[in-house]
């Protein structure tokens, strides 16, 4: 039996109490037996919840009864501030009532200096910090590349507008605000990115029509441009499923959205070069080649994500369902990685699905069997995915009969071309596994690099928010998954280098501009002699940080701004040079303190 996807709209959600729960913090064991950690549900009728974790650590870092997080795709919830630590965001309420009176965007650190969260309570419930000061919802996170700032988006008010909350230091939580008032009145959803150049990028959703996507921008802090619309001459997404991603390598920008009232549903995307100023036209984002016969391919709601990558190269992350006779299935779903720069464009990340009559129940309210993907990469150039997965044979007894979902996390070491095995984090147990965002920069870790994903437990399948299910306290999780257990197909696991093979030579730094450490990566498509030098503005040698023969393949080193000798050097313009046999390559890096 098929199971057709219904897209709806919003619904009215139901009133039910709310009890006390205990966190959840769970270690896998070095015998690789899981570890299941129980969590008190809302009903005391209900067996104790439980989340298995199959691969790394968990930490607890807040709570929410809000179980609903984004209406469409995945959107930057975790983002490694190399410097200072990482940061981390989600919708927050602990009401049981449908109006939800005081729902906030809520904040946590992992301060690295400390090797601690900054706001962690035996409730769960009380960990994090509000970032707003009023009701408000439905915004996303990113971080100032240069100071190292938290910077969180809503939207807020009656008339609503964006406003944006931006910390005073990294991981302070005490937050400035720049309101999009009155020039952004009548605007919502608003999705933001932080480029190079400190311009925060939103891409939101008008009011009015609840459809029609459009770009702004606040730069300088507080100064909030006028809308622009973008979809034009392409459909508008007619349903808040737009993305965003901005260049922390250059002035590089896209957009993305989907027709959601295509039937089948086509994807969009829209580049700009110049960080903003000028756009190139809206271009139709080809479907991949995943159905044949009379089965069409559609993407879905939460399908695209748009990352550029440290060496400044456009990804893409989409999941798509077939579509037949009129109607989407969520089966087999697909995961498919897009960038303009591979040939071909397409590469197949994986394809789940199960036998439909072991379909026991339905995924719930917009979602397919596989969906909301979000990228990130590691300090060698590996290329990670993760999103959430239903398992056909875990049911929520109900009321409501509806599955619970577990994530999963795939790796490339080829810039996407191959992809390895997905690792499954999760492993069944009584709780949901729902909302996933990988962070966008590894974690260099004490002895390896980490790869953190953050989601929510939703402690009884189907939304309260969404009117399925009944209210309970949900944990807010950060999962740590050792980068040696995801597979990376053409690159390396645990080693600095990727073995594959580059195709040119290119340089590269990031941050830039940065305070204390910044991540300088070179590729070689031949073996050479190499040095790397860091030279001041008058082109006197600072610091050589390579020398020697190196292997074709892609390459990382660390500066933290000083001199051969140790000494700090003075904040200003600084060149490094990439020399090898034939090519020398030369790019500006700016030190700030």
């Not at 991949?288 to 440290?310: E, K, M, N, Q, V």
């Amino acid at each position: 039996m098929r199971n057709a996807l219904l897209l709806a709209l919003l619904v009215p959600a139901l009133a039910l109490a709310v009890s006390n729960l205990s966190p959840v913090t769970a270690v896998a064991p070095e015998n690789g037996v899981p570890t299941v950690a129980p969590v008190e549900r809302v009903d005391g009728n209900r067996e104790p919840a439980t989340s298995v974790v199959l691969v790394g650590t968990v930490d607890t870092i807040g709570g929410t009864t809000y179980d609903w997080q984004s209406n469409g795709p995945a959107y930057r919830m975790l983002v490694n501030s190399y410097e200072y630590g990482l940061h981390a965001a989600w919708m927050f309420s602990a009401s049981d009532q449908p109006e939800f009176p005081d729902r906030n965007l809520r904040y946590n650190f992992y301060d690295y200096a400390a090797s601690a969260w900054n706001w962690v309570d035996p409730d769960f419930m009380q960990s994090g910090v509000n970032v707003f000061t009023e009701r408000c919802g439905y915004g996303n996170l990113d971080a100032d590349p240069v100071t190292g700032v938290a910077e969180v988006s809503c939207h807020i008010g009656l008339p609503i507008h964006p406003d944006v909350g931006r910390d005073m230091a990294p991981g302070a939580g005490i937050f400035e605000y720049c309101t999009g008032s009155p020039v952004m009145e009548g605007y919502l959803w608003p999705y933001i990115s932080t480029g190079q150049n400190q311009t925060i990028h939103c891409h939101c959703i008008d009011d009015a029509s609840r459809g029609g996507v459009f770009y702004s921008q606040v730069n300088p802090w507080c100064t909030w441009a006028d809308p622009v619309g973008m979809a034009s001459p392409q459909p508008n997404p007619d349903f808040p499923n737009q993305n965003i991603g901005a260049s922390d390598a250059g002035d590089n920008l896209c957009v993305t959205w989907e027709f959601s009232m295509g039937a089948p549903d086509p994807g969009f995307y829209r580049i700009s070069t110049d960080g903003g100023t000028s756009w190139e036209n809206p271009m139709d984002l080809p479907w991949p080649p995943a159905y044949g016969g009379d089965t069409a391919t559609s993407y879905h709601i939460t399908s695209l994500f748009p990352f550029y990558d440290a060496n400044d190269k456009l990804h893409i992350a989409a999941g798509v369902m077939p579509y037949v006779g009129g109607s989407g299935y969520i089966i087999p779903a697909q995961l498919w990685h897009w960038s303009p720069d591979h040939t071909p464009n397409w590469t197949h990340i994986y394809t789940a699905t199960c036998a439909p009559e072991n379909l026991l129940a339905a995924v719930g309210y917009n979602a397919i069997y596989a969906c909301r993907m979000s990228l990130g990469e590691d300090n060698s150039g590996n290329l990670y995915v993760a999103w959430e997965q239903f398992d056909s044979s875990n049911v929520e007894p109900g009321p409501p009969e509806v599955l619970r979902a577990d994530i999963f996390v795939a790796g490339s070491g080829s810039g996407g071309d191959t992809w390895g095995e997905p690792v499954k984090i999760t492993g069944g147990g009584t709780g949901s596994h729902r909302f996933p965002g990988i962070v966008d920069k590894a974690y260099a870790g004490t002895d390896e690099e980490m790869i953190a994903v953050t989601y929510i437990i939703d402690q009884v399948a189907g939304f309260f928010v969404q009117g399925e299910g009944p209210c309970t306290n949900n944990p807010v999780i950060c999962h740590w998954v050792p980068k040696s257990a995801i597979p990376c197909p053409g690159g390396a696991i645990g080693e600095e280098r990727g073995s594959s093979i580059p195709r040119r030579f290119e340089l590269t730094a990031t941050p830039n501009p940065f305070g204390r450490r910044t991540v300088i990566s070179y590729t070689l498509p031949r073996a050479s002699e190499v040095s790397l030098v860091i030279s001041d503005a008058a082109g006197r040698p600072v610091r050589t940080l390579e020398h020697g023969v190196r292997q074709a393949g892609r390459y990382t080193v660390a500066w933290d701004g000083r001199t051969a000798n140790g000494e700090e050097t003075a904040a200003g313009i600084y060149f490094y040079t990439l020399n090898t046999d034939d090519t020398s390559l030369t790019e500006k890096l700016i030190v700030v303190h």
